[in-house]
């Protein structure tokens, strides 16, 4: 993924065990976080934050959560579950394509 602000400090992918830990290395003093991504690690990774206390927005870059699992009629039914149950708690962002437009920086977001 290439945008602005990559490089910053506390910006992590989630693709093995040790980013996993090198992220919950980083909490603390924490208070808020963005996952980028609406597949099951990103869902697990916001409950995760949200069970620690951090205020959470969830960015989903394809037109619906769980997009690499279910077809769009299911997940329109699971995007308005989600903004019922939990938009209050978690912001949902999508498509969150616009943000990945170049110039967009991330520092933006926190």
Do not use: C, W
């Not at 065990?17 to 976080?33: F, N, T, W």
């Not at 690499?68 to 009629?73: A, F, I, K, N, W």
Request: glycine share 10%; no cysteine.
């Amino acid at each position: 993924m290439a945008a602005e602000g990559m490089e910053l400090k506390n910006i992590f992918y989630m693709r093995t065990q040790e980013h996993a830990r090198q992220q919950v290395a980083a909490l603390e003093g924490a208070r808020r976080a963005v996952v980028l991504g609406g597949g099951l690690v990103g869902f697990k990774a916001a409950y995760g934050l949200l069970r620690r206390g951090l205020a959470v927005t969830l960015l989903i870059t394809s037109g619906y959560p769980l997009s690499m699992q279910v077809d769009p009629v299911a997940g329109q039914m699971i995007l308005d579950e989600l903004v019922r149950h939990i938009e209050n708690r978690v912001p949902i962002r999508l498509p969150a394509e616009m943000l990945m437009r170049p110039g967009f920086n991330f520092g933006q977001l926190l």
